[in-house]
């Protein structure tokens, strides 16, 4: 499976807007990217995922570079409720999620 | 729907004994799966199913059993617990796992101290 990247840990600003970056320069051309997170004491929850084009949906956007080695997820406002550990995978053709010890995320009022 | 039920919530156990996680799905998800993950790492593949009948050993299969005898149901056996085995154990689902675009749901999660 493809690795990702992504920091250990990165503080933000009760609502203003988040940057996550995740750089996959292995990725291969039928790969989704797709974010999930894990709120303290929780199992994980899916967030969004992507292909070549930037997405958005309730939770959050996608960004994706044109030649697909990174993608930042960006969480418009940030609140305290978003606290969490943020992974980044990618989905290849077999059934496996492969985790990383993500980006831990920590919301200052 | 209840999604994705782990049982017990918390247990403790002493080294050499038995137990069963219990996980079931109410969503008629082919692919199940279970994960592991010990303080400050990610969630770690143990076990999983692409439907009734049918299992496969993840990146960490050592020391757990796993069956699938219902599309609903999917336990995870520590036949003899040890102390390595202390962990918070995700049971997940999706609709087959083979989907690029599946999502995965994961349960509430069991932790498990082996003393």
Known sequence: DAKTTQPNS?????EEPVHLPCNHST???????????????????YVI???????????????????RKSSTLILHRATLRDAAVYYC????????????????????? | NAGVTQTPKFQVLKTGQSMTLQCAQDMNHE??????????????????SVGAG???QGEVPNGYNV???TTEDFPLRLLSAAPSQTSVYFCASSYSGRGLQETQYFGPGTRLLVL
């Open chain 1, 10 to 14: 990165m503080e933000s600003n009760e």
């Open chain 1, 27 to 45: 990725i291969s051309g039928t790969d989704y990217i797709h974010w999930y997170r894990q709120l303290p004491s929780q199992g994980p929850e």
């Open chain 1, 49 to 67: 995922h992507g292909l070549t084009s930037n997405v958005n949906n309730r939770m959050a956007s996608l960004a994706i570079a044109e030649d």
């Open chain 1, 89 to 109: 995978i990618l989905k290849g053709g077999n059934e496996k999620l492969t985790f990383g010890t993500g980006t831990r995320l920590t919301i200052i009022p």
């Open chain 2, 31 to 48: 692919y199940m799966s279970w994960y592991r993950q010990d303080p400050g790492m990610g969630l770690r593949l143990i076990h999983y």
């Open chain 2, 54 to 56: 049918i299992t496969d």
């Open chain 2, 67 to 69: 069956s699938r005898s």
